[in-house]
């Protein structure tokens, strides 16, 4: 019998757990390369408005940027516009301009409740280091809840 009551209010307290749950945000990820891969830039941006974290590959180097470094992102799809700006006190700053001529929704997927899918493509100027001449990358933006 107590046994029946255990497993009772274990299903009960699991019951009212899933009631109360509630999805994350939204987050990006942005993929950006050049034509031959020779420079990576990864970044997860939380409903690309923060920066959680960033990795950058060229060479034989490898930066990481973290949510503790200073960001200033600005998405407003609707007029085809993306920048991404990193600074550091340690580290090289980043700087992203996306080309709002190239600038596709390539997908649009809603999914059930509030979930989406939404998925970008666009080239665009990237800028490590001061001092050195912007690099195009072909970037891939996937916003997804």
Partial sequence: ??????????????????????????????????????????????????????????????VDYAMTDKSAIVFKPEKKIFTLGISSASKEEVKLIADPITFKLIKNKKGPGTEFQKVYTFDAMFNYSAGTQPVKLKCVLDYEL
């Fill in 1 to 62: 019998m107590l046994r029946k009551i255990n497993c009772t209010i274990i299903g009960l307290f699991i019951s009212l757990s899933l009631l109360s749950f509630r999805p994350g945000e939204p987050v990006a990820t942005l993929t950006c390369k050049t034509n031959g891969g020779a420079i990576v830039f990864e970044a997860v941006l939380p409903q690309c408005k923060y920066l959680e974290k960033a990795t950058y590959h060229a060479k034989n180097q490898i």
